[in-house]
């Protein structure tokens, strides 16, 4: 005697189709969301790195004119600038023209601000007069003043900056002659100019 076949019934049929439909949707959707999202992602890193690499090649033929002359590697001003200026986007930069956090005392060129500084091993938050410049040439000339002529209270100051004849020494001369309070300066350097290869702007 034959076996009967069994028939699913054509509204369970239709159920499964639907639901397949649906889940096909579903999937799509998440996964065009999520390109989306990625896309997104993507083009804002690509942005982002345009915009400091623009900063960078902003700054460039002024650093290489003012620096050879004093004696200073461009490659290391332009690191402190990207550093210090967060590629132009931090508010001294942006509002002041002040890419080195260059401090002052006169009350008619300076603007005081809130900044953070390294004391005693720890971080602090002071208030301090910072520098205002006209324009980011004027920034990088000054900073190119101030370490080959040095302070007003050590005219030797940047003493081993000047003698110094590569970026990594030239680096690590910043720190060791007093210029910054951030133990990690000297590496924040050389990671940015090994990173945008700024040493080819030393030739």
């Not at 080195?100 to 900044?115: E, P, Q, S, Y």
């Not at 500084?117 to 720890?122: P, Q």
Request: proline share 2%; glycine share 4%.
């Amino acid at each position: 005697m034959a076996k009967r076949k069994s028939r699913i019934p054509n509204s369970v049929k239709t159920v499964i189709q639907v639901f397949c439909i649906l889940f096909i949707c579903i999937a799509g959707f998440v996964a065009f969301r999520y390109y989306r999202q990625y896309a997104y992602q993507v083009e804002l890193k690509r942005q982002e790195r345009l915009s400091k690499v623009n900063f960078i090649k902003k700054l460039v033929p002024v650093a290489r004119q003012v620096d050879k002359a004093y004696g200073i590697l461009p490659s290391v001003t332009l690191a402190q600038a990207c550093v210090e200026s967060d590629f132009g986007q931090s508010q001294l930069a942006q509002k002041y023209n002040n890419l080195f956090g260059v401090k002052g005392t006169n009350k008619a060129t300076t603007a005081l601000m809130t900044t953070k500084e390294y004391v005693n091993g720890k971080w602090i938050t002071i208030k301090a007069r910072f520098q205002i410049y006209d324009s980011y040439e004027a920034a990088v000339r000054a900073h190119a003043e101030l370490i080959k002529n040095g302070t007003t209270w050590n005219s030797k100051q940047y003493i081993h900056v000047l003698k110094a004849d590569n970026y990594v020494a030239q680096a690590k001369a910043l720190v060791k002659d007093g210029y910054a309070t951030d133990p990690n300066y000297a590496g924040k350097l050389i990671n940015m100019i090994r990173q945008y290869k700024l040493y080819k702007y030393d030739k």
